[in-house]
């Protein structure tokens, strides 16, 4: 069967997260650049190679400070790591609409499998006629298992940020 590229259409796309925020609130945060190489057979998801970078320095929570904090050696020492990597293993079809994809996750030079739900659309052709179809992708990591362990105590009990992060990363990929 032929190789198919799939091209990712960034104004319908997002590389999202969330935090919790002094035990009670999520603050949410994006990637605004990245890349990917995706490839599949035909148009089938299940035999797919998918490779994924994001910018660490375009990390975006909406206030500067903290941004800046993510980048340091705290968090995601962006000068030394600059890249986000994910490497698929396999894409996993659990039933019509839901997947499990699998693969090896990189932050801060260390690398760990993840298994991540997930939701494929059926191909699409938009007005223009370019196939296109949806990747979702969910799920949670505990950041302390990348090596992003800082934290604050509350003088209230609790910490400052949470170890867990929700992942929401919705893709919008265009047939090549």
């Known amino acids: 069967m032929a190789t198919t590229k799939w091209a990712i259409d960034p104004t319908h796309s997002e ?32 035999k797919s190679n998918i490779e994924f970078s994001a910018d660490i320095n375009s990390v975006d929570t909406n206030n500067s400070d903290r941004d800046n904090h993510l980048k340091s050696g705290d968090f995601f020492d962006a000068e030394s790591h600059p890249k986000m990597i994910f490497k ?9 609409e839901n997947y499990e994809l699998t693969g090896d996750l990189t932050f801060k030079g260390i690398t760990k499998t993840v298994k991540l739900p997930a939701e494929v659309s059926p191909v699409m052709k938009d007005p223009w006629g370019n196939s296109k179809i949806g990747l979702n992708i969910f799920g949670k990591i505990n950041r302390k298992d990348w090596g ?24 919008q990929l265009v047939k090549q």
């Open 148 to 171: 992003l362990n800082w934290n604050s105590a509350l003088e209230t009990g609790g910490v400052l940020v949470g170890e867990e992060v929700k992942l929401n990363i919705e893709l």
């Open 15 to 46: 590389i999202g997260f969330k935090v919790k925020h002094m035990m009670f609130t999520n603050v949410s945060g994006k990637f605004g650049t990245y890349e990917a190489n995706i490839a599949t057979e035909g148009d089938d998801f299940t």
């Open 88 to 96: 698929s293993t396999s894409l996993t079809k659990v039933d019509d």
